[in-house]
C-alpha cells in the first residue's frame, strides 16, 4: 500500500528509534554485546547507538529505576542470515541469561516464515533476533530478506554463534487497522506494505529505506500505553517543511484521530515537535540543524 498522494508529511526517512530504560550503565554494554549496536553519542541521561549496517538509530533514555517493563509487542529486532544462527542465538542467551541478567529468553515458534527468538535486557525491553530464510525460499526478494550490502564477519563479532547482520525494525500497538492506515500514509507519508500475504499490511516504511516499524492491532482492552521517551522520530528536509507539518497538523489533526501537537521546540540537534496519534502512540517530526 503506497503512501498518500497528498499527506501532511513529506518525510525523508525514520531516522530515530527510542526507548526507555532503567539504568543506561546497564543497558547499553547488553545492546553491544547481544546485537552489534555501536555507540555514536553519549550525553546526560542519552545514548545513540548505531548498527553498522543500518543507517538508522536507536536512542536509549534513562529513565526512572521503577520504570516498568515494555510489551513484547513493542520491541526492536535484528536479523540474523539464516534459522540455524537464530538457535545458536537462543542456545547463547539461555547460557548467558544470568551473567547478563536477562529477563526473559523465549523462543518463538515460526510464524508465516520468520523464524526468531525473544529477549528481555535487564532495562525492561525485549529484543527479536529474527531470521527470514523461509520467507526468502517462499519467494520474498532477497534485498528483503537480506537488507545489508557487506555481512558482518565473526572476527567482527565473535564467539556468540550468531552474527546480527541488520537493525531492521521497531513494533507499536493500534486499535484500529484501518484508521491507523489512514494515518501513517495521509499523515506521516509514509507506505505500508507486508512481508507476507495478508489483507491487512501493517509495517510502516518509507519507501527509500529498507528498515521498518509494525504496527499491531491488539484490542484497546489489552493496550499498554508508553510515553514519549518510547517514540520514532521522522525527518524532513528543512525548517520550512518543519513548520508546514506542524500547521497542518494542528489544523487537520484531528481528523485522523491525533491526540496531541506540541510546540516546535529549537535543540542542538535542530526544530522538532512532538505528536501523539489516534493510538496514543508518539512520534517526533525533526528537521536537523545543517
Avoid at 165 to 190: P, R
Amino acid at each position: 500500500m503506497q503512501g498518500s498522494s497528498n499527506p501532511i508529511l513529506r518525510p525523508l526517512a525514520i531516522t530515530h528509534g527510542h526507548y526507555e530504560c532503567r539504568d543506561l550503565n546497564e543497558t547499553v554494554p547488553i545492546l553491544s554485546h547481544l546485537l552489534a549496536l555501536e555507540i555514536v553519542d553519549r550525553r546526560d541521561k542519552q545514548v545513540t547507538l548505531k548498527h553498522p549496517n543500518t543507517e538508522w538509530l536507536l536512542v536509549a533514555h534513562q529513565g526512572d529505576p521503577d520504570a516498568p517493563d515494555k510489551p513484547q509487542r513493542n520491541h526492536y529486532g535484528v536479523r540474523v542470515t539464516d534459522n540455524a544462527e537464530v538457535d545458536r542465538a537462543y542456545e547463547y542467551l539461555l547460557a548467558k541469561k544470568a551473567e547478563l541478567r536477562l529477563k526473559k529468553v523465549v523462543m518463538r515458534r515460526e510464524r508465516v516464515g520468520s523464524y526468531s527468538c525473544f529477549f528481555m535486557e535487564p532495562g525492561g525491553n525485549y529484543w527479536e533476533i529474527e531470521s527470514y530464510e523461509d520467507r526468502h525460499k517462499a519467494g520474498l526478494p532477497y534485498d528483503v530478506s537480506y537488507p545489508w550490502k557487506t555481512p558482518l564477519t565473526e572476527e567482527q563479532f565473535p564467539g556468540r554463534g550468531y552474527i546480527p547482520q541488520a537493525f531492521t525494525h521497531g513494533t507499536i500497538e493500534c486499535n484500529d487497522w484501518a484508521s491507523s492506515v489512514k494515518f501513517y500514509k495521509e499523515g506521516l507519508g509514509m507506505d505500508v506494505i507486508t512481508h507476507i500475504v495478508t489483507p491487512k499490511p501493517h509495517n510502516i516504511k518509507h519507501p527509500a529505506k529498507p528498515w521498518y516499524v509494525v504496527s499491531l492491532e491488539v484490542p484497546e482492552k489489552n493496550r499498554k500505553y508508553l510515553g514519549l521517551m518510547q517514540r520514532y522520530t521522522i525527518a524532513v528536509a528543512a525548517p520550512s517543511d518543519l513548520a508546514a507539518a506542524h500547521r497542518e497538523f494542528c489544523h487537520r489533526g484531528a481528523e485522523l484521530g491525533v491526540k496531541e501537537v506540541e510546540e516546535i521546540r529549537d535543540t542542538e540537534a535542530g526544530k522538532s515537535f512532538f505528536l501523539c496519534d489516534l493510538n496514543r502512540n508518539w512520534w517526533e517530526i525533526a528537521c536537523a540543524r545543517h
